[in-house]
């Protein structure tokens, strides 16, 4: 087992090349680090630290592994692991076997482009490569269908039915008008579109249900959350708990909302805390603040239930009681369940046999092989826990430096904090498969980074609005290069923003808006200062 | 380790010799060391090897289509071996166009719809027994059922190998039933749908009509935000509306792109076989032409360098010529790294599932890392001039 030591030579490699690099930099506002030493850059171009950076700005930009990844010894388990994000599973054939008895999708990059955000959508399709949305199916209390998985799936493997119909799902994008009539006070004008997707009844092949209780179909809702990107996500594990708690005690202080699910008065709402062992973590990932440790964060469980693919930490099928019983009393199932696994042929009853099937309940050992060894999610823990975030570009450029300047002047800032510093990264796994900083994956230990994000939820009361109206300021670090990696650039939860321009003005839709005081700066400046300040955003 | 460790060494001694050359230039241009040729070496790229590559690629596969469609209605063996050389001719052009799959190939997604593996074996045998979906694919709009309903792991070019090929020689006709020709013929048909889909990106109206039409017909994305096609958007690198803000970020994308196919021979198509001696990571088991594949990977990246697809190069503005009044040692480096590669590529014994191990295979893994290193001090060159 390989330990975690910067070898020496790599350290000397390094400072050499820093050293003849300093010797010879020429006076020039457009350094890179061939041209300038580490120190010389502007602050801020390091956006994942020295250990969390590449400067590679084409279209591979978000697929990088950062230098942790390489002074461990770790490419080879990094490219092995990367493997399992972008490759197509398939129901049994090796290596990349798995999929289903239900998938969301059957290939992780489907739904993050280039390893980036989702794109806006015309219409939800599985298969339509880059639709990043996971369809929100609530009741019109925000709660969600119980007999649906959290991400409904629309596909299954025969001789199964796909819990929703998706050739039935309908996406409307509508106009809206703010206050100001989508107009700057200088005469520029703006378009604001938003969602709205409609299901029928008939597409449901799942009874309607939440709390395991029948719901009418009236009040059925149902929304869009898209991807972001997967870069950067080992550099966030690392940010001690200890500094969210401060970010917390900070914004409370200074009078802002908060989330109680989340904070309650000075300290973690217990529902804040994802269980880990004994103790708990706070929340980071995830618009609704879901998850805690990467080790078990959404990469560690989509890896899984995206495709359905079982793994040693998750052996079970991403699945719900309420769709096993139907389909276990489906007589078209029934009729040919036998034929498709006939090894599942247990009790000979048909109907025990496909809910057993589906729930993994009575089971023989026999049958819990997991369909990803043990080393190949390791090897993905890798890769997800190592890509590195792209440098920033042309921070000396003075347009970009009046915005930043701006952007903290205005309030952006407050919620999306520009950087963290990173603790140990002693990090720890729920699911117990790794070890307390385990030296099988990558560490980022004592790093400066440049996220753009506070990691706490926030309120912007955007027409159709995200569940709940509670969201984590989404980090911003390398969106600039979209659509270099992705071939689109769309912005916001689900992807309502073709540009920077619509993002922000979204952000002042409403008075309510945790933003609109900024929204209204923005709006006063002049064309050269808002510009000034979507050039420094597309720059970080 | 040791790659990587050279790799960074290597860049000091890069950096400080480019950084020395480049002190004296005008610090007007946003590229403080370009020579002003980037953006015609940019263009000839688009002209000379992208165009040509995706230009045989979608003529190809249409005539795939039409050896399909013959062997469906008249199923001898002379129609096997026909539909199979034209599979291989298509098939070689796309391994060649591999070295850019940066643009249309990735951000539609047409590199996973018309090249996953490997095939979904039992997703193909429940569609043999799918009576509805087998009259939707044997239907008009087959190759759009197909394209819709599918999914990557049942579509492409796999898929038709599948039919095609066993143990590395076109099958008897006899071993292919009519259901099989079924789905080659939609698969096929999704298959060119989506190589006119390429050309179109890349060559906008310089494409043949009558695809321009197809596309437009099956509503394909074939254009930037903005309507410029691929091609025009690298020709107008450094100018507004492009998404290169230089002419030399356009030719880093360039060579990225080939960095990024070397390293993937060599860690991935031949090194996870090799390290982990696993024939299912095996990309063309049917027909077994993987070394083919990977061989024809590499001159994609000759292509690239040398101006212009084999036969019809202009070498004066190639990544050569410009690299060769840059730095003509690094020049000289690339040459004989892309040969080295070819080489022990072609040393490599046939068919590769049956020598996975072989000591040769260890030899052409290391060409290909040696190709990416040196490809990654060009890059670091060209981002000096920046």
């Given at each position: 087992m390989k330990t975690l030591k910067i070898r020496p030579i790599a350290i000397l490699a390094v400072s050499l090349l820093v050293s003849a690099t300093a010797f010879v930099a020429c006076a020039d506002e457009n350094n890179t680090p061939s041209g300038g030493s580490i120190s010389e850059l502007?602050?801020?171009?390091?956006t994942g630290g020295e250990l969390g950076t590449t400067f590679n700005s084409s279209s591979s930009a978000y697929e990088d592994p950062a230098p942790a990844v390489e002074n461990a010894g770790l490419v080879a388990a990094f490219k092995a692991g990367e493997f399992f994000f972008e490759r197509t599973i398939t129901q049994n054939t090796r290596p990349f076997n798995g999929l289903g008895p239900l998938y969301i999708r059957s290939s992780c990059e489907a739904c993050h482009p280039g390893y980036g955000h989702g794109k806006r959508m015309d219409r939800y399709r599985a298969d339509d490569w880059g639709n990043g949305y996971l369809l929100v199916v609530t009741d019109d209390q925000d709660n969600y269908l119980s007999s649906l998985t959290g991400m409904p799936q629309t596909k299954a493997v025969a001789p199964f039915k796909a819990p929703i119909d998706e050739d039935q799902i309908q996406i409307s994008w509508l106009y809206a008008t703010d206050r100001w009539g989508n107009q700057f006070p200088d005469g520029e004008t703006y378009a604001l579109i938003y969602p709205e997707v409609t299901i029928p009844e008939a597409a449901y092949y799942v009874p309607l249900q939440v709390g395991g209780n029948t719901i009418p179909y009236s009040k059925v809702r149902v929304r869009l959350e898209s991807t972001i990107g997967v870069y950067g996500v080992g550099l966030i594990d690392a940010i001690p708990d200890d500094s969210l708690k401060a970010q917390y005690q900070k914004e409370a202080a200074y009078g802002v909302h908060l989330n109680p699910a989340i904070w309650a008065g000075n300290d973690w709402a217990p529902s804040a805390l994802y269980a880990c062992g004994s103790h708990g973590h706070p929340k980071r990932y995830t618009y609704a603040l879901t998850r805690g440790p990467l080790q078990d964060a959404p990469g560690a469980n989509a890896i899984w239930n995206i495709t359905n693919v079982t793994h040693p930490t998750k052996m079970g099928h991403y699945m719900t009681a309420a769709y096993a019983t139907k389909a276990s009393q489906d007589p078209d199932v029934q009729a040919l369940f036998y034929n498709y696994f006939p090894q599942y042929n247990l009790t000979g009853n048909v109907e025990t046999d496909i809910y057993n099937y589906l729930m993994m309940t009575n089971i023989p050992d026999s049958l819990k092989v997991p369909e990803m060894s043990g080393d190949d999610y390791s090897n993905f823990m890798v890769w997800h826990r190592g890509l590195a975030v792209p440098a920033a570009r042309n921070l000396g450029d003075k347009d970009v430096q009046r915005g930043k300047h701006l952007f903290s002047q205005i309030g952006c800032a407050y919620c999306h904090r520009p950087s963290w510093t990173t603790g140990d990264d002693r990090f720890h796994d729920p699911n117990g498969f790794?070890?307390?900083?385990?030296?099988r994956l990558p560490r980022f230990p004592y790093q400066k980074i440049w996220p753009y994000s506070d990691f706490v939820q926030h309120r912007l009361y955007m027409k159709n609005d995200i569940r709940t109206g509670w969201c984590r300021t989404t980090p911003l670090w390398g969106r600039g290069l979209s659509k270099i990696c992705t071939g689109a650039s769309d912005r916001l939860h689900d992807c309502r923003a073709r540009n920077v321009i619509e993002a922000i003005m979204w952000h002042g839709y409403s008075t309510q808006s945790d933003a609109y005081e900024s929204v209204v700066k923005f709006r006063n400046l002049s064309k050269s200062d808002r510009d000034a300040i979507v050039k420094f955003i597309d720059a970080i | 380790m040791k790659r990587i460790l050279k790799s960074i060494l290597t860049m000091v001694v890069a950096a400080t010799t480019i950084s020395l050359a480049s002190c004296?230039?005008?610090?007007?241009?946003?590229?403080?060391?370009?020579?002003?040729n980037e953006a015609v070496i940019a263009s000839q790229f688009v002209e000379k090897t992208v165009k040509p590559t995706y230009s045989a690629l979608a003529a190809k596969a249409d005539e795939l289509v039409q050896k399909l469609v013959t062997l469906k209605a008249t199923p001898t063996d002379a129609n096997v071996n026909a539909a199979c050389e034209v599979f291989l001719e298509a098939r070689d052009w796309w391994e060649k166009s591999e070295a850019f799959l940066f643009g249309a190939a990735t951000d539609f997604g047409i590199d996973p719809h018309i090249d996953s593996w490997p095939l979904d074996v039992d997703g193909f045998n429940n569609l043999m027994a799918s009576p509805a979906m087998l009259a939707s694919l044997a239907g008009d709009d087959g190759d759009v059922y197909a394209g819709d309903y599918l999914g990557n792991a049942l579509l492409g070019f796999h898929g038709i190998e599948y039919i095609l090929f066993a143990n590395g020689s076109p099958k008897a006709a006899s071993a292919i039933t009519a259901d099989q020709m079924t789905y080659a013929v939609a698969v096929a048909g999704d298959l060119r749908n989506r190589c006119f889909q390429l050309e179109v990106s890349w060559l906008g109206d310089d494409a043949p009509a009558a695809h321009v039409e197809k596309v437009e017909e099956l509503e394909l994305n074939c254009t930037l935000n903005g309507g410029r096609s691929y091609g025009e958007n690298m020709r107008n690198a450094?100018?507004?509306?492009?998404?290169?803000?230089t002419a030399v970020a356009a030719l880093e994308a360039i060579i990225d792109g080939c960095r990024t196919i070397a390293d993937e021979v060599g860690t991935s198509k031949i090194g996870q076989p090799y390290n982990?001696?696993?024939?299912?990571?095996?990309?063309?088991?049917?027909?077994?032409k993987s070394i083919i594949d990977f061989y024809n990977n590499i001159i994609s990246i000759q292509n690239v360098y040398m101006g212009g697809v084999e036969g019809n190069r202009d070498e004066t503005n190639s990544l050569h010529a410009y690299l060769g009044r840059l730095n003509s040692s690094l020049d000289a480096e690339v040459i004989a790294a892309i040969n080295n590669a070819l080489t022990k590529i072609d040393a490599m014994p046939k068919p590769f599932v049956n020598n996975i191990t072989a000591a040769a295979n260890g030899e052409a893994i290391d060409a290909c890392s040696a190709l990416d290193e040196v490809l990654g001090k060009v890059n670091a060159a060209l981002r000096n001039l920046e």
């Open positions: 502007p602050e801020g171009t390091y790794f070890d307390e900083g385990d030296s | 004296e230039k005008d610090n007007n241009s946003s590229s403080a060391g370009a020579t002003g450094g100018k507004a509306g492009s998404s290169y803000a982990g001696e696993d024939v299912n990571y095996i990309e063309s088991p049917y027909s077994q």
